[in-house]
């Protein structure tokens, strides 16, 4: 049984950072790509960056700049470093492993920015 733990998120002021992390316990033979994704009140999931395989990256076009995401592994972790966050960057964020068999997501973890 595979699972995905966030930790990290929490309250920053506007201008900020964190620093939010994932990481799998259990067995994953192949992992095409580790994303996360982000949810904010009366909103649609959206992905914000994915790391695939071959190492590319994709970054949703509000973020270019600003996050970055990374991965550990040997500790079976991603990373989502986020730096100067907006407000509107306000959401729970979700971590997510798609392979062959399927897709993993964790629990989610809020991120809060305000003044």
């Known amino acids: 049984q595979v699972q995905l733990v966030e930790s990290g998120g929490g309250f920053v002021q506007p201008g900020g950072s964190l620093r939010v992390s994932c990481t799998a316990s259990?067995?994953?033979?192949?992992?095409?790509?580790l994303g996360w994704y982000r949810q904010a009140p009366g909103k649609q999931r959206e992905l914000v960056a994915r790391?695939?395989?071959?190492?590319?990256?994709y970054y949703e076009d509000s973020v270019k700049g600003r996050f970055s995401i990374s991965r550990d592994s040997a500790k079976n972790t991603s990373y989502l470093q986020m730096n100067n966050l907006q407000p509107e960057d306000t959401a729970v964020y979700y971590c997510?492993?798609?392979?062959?068999?399927?897709?993993?997501w964790g629990q989610g973890t809020q991120v809060t920015v305000s003044s």
């Open positions: 997510e492993h798609s392979t062959p068999g399927g897709d993993y």
């Open positions: 259990g067995t994953i033979a192949i992992t095409n790509a």
């Open positions: 790391v695939y395989r071959n190492g590319r990256t």
